[in-house]
């Protein structure tokens, strides 16, 4: 099994940033990568960034493109999300999840694809 741990969730105001870390532990080598979702009251988990472990390549959703950026530490089984230029619609509970080896690139941004997830950080941004 994987398992995974959010930390850096908070309480921001419209415009600032927050970066998000996902801590992988336990049998990290079944993980071909890892993506982070999220859920907002009321509406469905979603897609937001993913990367793989090995080369490092990254997915975004159309909505973060140039405001998120996903990173790996791969020495640390860590993967942070920097979130910059914060947004009320951005306020959700944040989850990452692991991909398991043999994962297709395309499939890297659908939920069903992931067999492990955290508790998820909640984010919470304010006008």
């Known amino acids: 099994q994987v398992q995974l741990v959010e930390s850096g969730g908070g309480s921001v105001q419209t415009g600032d940033s927050l970066r998000l870390v996902c801590a992988a532990s336990?049998?990290?080598?079944?993980?071909?990568?890892i993506g982070w979702f999220r859920q907002a009251p009321g509406k469905e988990r979603e897609f937001v960034a993913a990367?793989?472990?090995?080369?490092?390549?990254?997915y975004y959703a159309d909505s973060v493109k140039g405001r998120f950026t996903i990173s790996k530490d791969n020495a640390k089984n860590t993967v942070p999300l920097q979130m910059n230029s914060l947004k009320p619609e951005n306020t959700a509970d944040y989850y990452c999840?692991?991909?398991?080896?043999?994962?297709?690139?395309?499939?890297?941004?659908?939920?069903?694809?992931?067999?492990?997830w955290g508790q998820g950080t909640q984010v919470t941004v304010s006008s």
């Open positions: 999840a692991s991909a398991p080896r043999g994962t297709a690139a395309q499939a890297m941004g659908v939920m069903k694809t992931y067999n492990y």
């Open positions: 336990g049998r990290t080598s079944r993980s071909y990568g």
């Open positions: 990367i793989t472990w090995g080369g490092g390549n990254t």
